[in-house]
């Protein structure tokens, strides 16, 4: 079974702080992806990689960044959180040969206050 | 513009009873892929089906069925025979073209299933 872990489940920080959600795969998967969940609004999508060290812009990036070092792990970065994203995020990867079937991670639930 | 609406915000029934879930996409290309993802209240997204824009036909898997008609740009799903386990939020997706792997999402369906 693929797993897709999401390093904190529930996360509270102040406004102004630097963030770091962190994402790890165990499948070998090329893909991997951050969203956001909001009540009404489904997952946005905010970035997301195709590979090591490349990156692409989501819908929502503005007041993002991520980081692919490993292909395992993708880390998603609030430079200076602020109180609009509190939010929940979640990771997701896919395997190349099978790129649009995603796979996702349990979710952190972020309160910036 | 929305790519994936999911008119019903929530659904609530009682055990047993069948439940639709409506998903409407738009979209230009003629490749397409759409999907079904069930969340739990554990809140990880599990895969449901993918069905691509050439299949047409409907699937059944075990109590649960998908109806996908692209002359109403629909791909809606039917649960049989509900059950409290199968309370969770629903989201129908869509991803486009052949070589895209990004997904739209719809809101998402709560379904409630009361014993």
């Known amino acids: 079974d693929v797993k897709v872990t999401q390093s904190s489940r529930y996360l509270v920080k102040r406004t102004g702080e630097k963030v770091f959600l962190e994402c790890v795969q165990d499948?070998?998967?090329?893909?991997m992806f951050w969203y956001r969940q909001d009540p009404g609004l489904g997952l946005r999508l905010i970035y997301f990689?195709?590979?090591?060290?490349?990156?692409e812009k989501g819908d929502i990036p503005e007041g993002y960044s991520v980081s692919r070092e490993k292909k395992e792990r993708f880390s998603l970065i609030l430079e200076s959180a602020s109180t609009n994203q509190t939010s929940m995020y979640l990771c997701?990867?896919?395997?190349?040969?099978?790129?649009?079937?995603?796979?996702f991670g349990a979710g952190t639930r972020l309160s910036v206050l | 513009a929305q790519k994936v609406t999911q008119a019903q915000t929530e659904i609530s029934v009682v055990e047993k009873e069948d439940v639709t879930l409506d998903c409407v996409y738009e979209t230009r290309d003629t490749t397409y892929y759409l999907f079904w993802y069930k969340q739990p209240p554990s809140g990880e997204l599990v895969f449901l089906i993918r069905r691509n824009s050439f299949d047409e036909q409907n699937e059944i898997s075990g109590r649960y069925s998908w109806n996908f008609q692209k002359s109403t740009s629909s791909f809606n799903f039917t649960i049989t025979a509900s059950q409290v386990v199968d309370s969770a939020v629903y989201f129908c997706?869509?991803?486009?073209?052949?070589?895209?792997?990004?997904?739209?999402f719809g809101a998402g369906t709560t379904v409630t299933v009361r014993a």
């Open positions: 997701a990867s896919s395997l190349l040969a099978t790129k649009n079937i995603q796979y």
């Open positions: 997706a869509l991803s486009e073209g052949a070589g895209d792997y990004k997904l739209s």
């Open positions: 990689s195709y590979d090591v060290k490349m990156k």
């Open positions: 499948m070998d998967h090329e893909n």
